[in-house]
């Protein structure tokens, strides 16, 4: 990712315009539902956060992350920001690596939407999937990391947590391809695209044999975890809006789509030369989870690619209509929607590798 797209996405502004919240309202909140809690209360909003409006919020003991629903209209079922509180708040006691959550607030009337209250966690947080401030020597120890934390969340015992009802277990891929399918269809602001038209046809006649359900993120990448300040370790995964119960092989799909990926787009390697940056290639990637798995190969790897692309282009085609009906919360919006072709042309290559 080019070091303009890290500026933007890093670090705190102002709260922009139409993003604002009542901080009485907020801190009378704050008081019932933190632990602990204490003000006076400052707020500045997060640079990143794409989809739901993040804000940091300050005080003088603590700093804290909201998240929120974006005001005005939104797609049914989008921006779920009480799945990721849910999700995150079972995972804590189990060590996995996510921020605290203090409460969930599904009242309208406090800040305007819903919204959920974390911990701050202190770490780094990488932009660019070369992880040029790393050295050479270290840097696969960083992949190995993401790889890991993937591996682990993938063996974690859902039910077990109450989260048995979080997904619909099994049939995923058609599930998937026909969420995203008709939400692009459903968007008719954001238009239509010859590629997707193309992909929707496609997927659905090509999804393999054999099933498995595991808790997914989602949207597995390093810009959305956080790493200890100065090991090569993941010390918080962030943003679960997508995360559900599914096909561990199609999140693994889309954190090893890194390789394939242009970095202007999201955080990527396509084009990098990774044995000059000392980085693990795809192939060894795929070999280190599939180790940690259990599994001897993935079959019909390049379906799982052609899928997470066609359906990380649907979600730029949503940001695409965000941004034409002025709901998207991200100063990096229009650039994603954008990209939205691009990624359509790059789904279907695959899937055309894949018809070869």
């Not at 204490?38 to 500045?44: E, F, N, T, V, Y």
């Not at 940091?56 to 079922?77: C, F, N, S, W």
């Amino acid at each position: 990712m080019t070091d303009s797209i890290a500026v933007a996405n890093s670090g705190t502004t102002p709260v922009r315009p139409g993003y604002e919240i009542d901080l009485d309202r907020l801190d009378s909140w704050m008081r019932a539902h933190v632990e602990g809690y204490a003000g006076p209360l400052s707020i500045a909003q997060f640079r990143g956060g794409q989809s739901n409006p993040t804000y940091q919020l300050t005080t003088p003991d603590a700093r804290y992350v909201l998240r929120r629903k974006p005001p005005g209209e939104i797609l049914k079922g989008a921006h779920a920001v009480e799945r990721e509180a849910r999700v995150m708040a079972a995972l804590g006691p189990t060590g996995f690596p996510v921020p605290r959550v203090h409460g969930i607030c599904t009242d309208d009337t406090v800040i305007g939407t819903w919204f959920f209250v974390m911990d701050l966690v202190e770490g780094r947080i990488f932009w660019d999937a070369t992880f040029p401030e790393v050295s050479r020597e270290e840097r696969p120890l960083y992949f190995d990391a993401m790889n890991a934390t993937l591996a682990a969340l993938h063996q974690v015992d859902y039910e077990g947590l109450g989260l048995g009802d979080y997904g619909k277990p099994g049939n995923y891929f058609a599930r998937q391809i026909g969420r995203w399918s008709k939400q692009y269809l459903a968007d008719p602001a954001a238009g239509r695209n010859a590629d997707m038209d193309r992909l929707i046809e496609w997927l659905p006649a090509h999804i393999p044999e054999g099933d498995e359900t595991t808790l997914v993120h989602g949207d597995f990448r390093c810009d959305n975890m956080i790493f200890h300040p100065t090991e090569p370790r993941v010390i918080a995964v962030l943003d679960w809006e997508l995360s559900t119960l599914g096909h561990p092989l199609a999140d693994f799909a889309y954190a090893a789509m890194m390789y394939r990926m242009p970095p202007d787009i999201v955080a990527g390697l396509r084009g990098a030369d990774l044995a000059a940056l000392n980085i693990p290639d795809e192939k060894s990637f795929v070999e280190a989870y599939c180790t940690r798995m259990g599994r001897e190969h993935i079959a019909d790897w390049r379906f799982y690619m052609t899928f997470q692309l066609f359906r990380l282009a649907a979600i730029f085609h949503g940001i695409k209509g965000r941004v034409l009906r002025g709901t998207a919360a991200n100063a990096q919006a229009i650039t994603r929607a954008e990209a939205f072709p691009r990624l359509a042309r790059l789904a279907c290559e695959a899937m055309d590798d894949a018809l070869a």
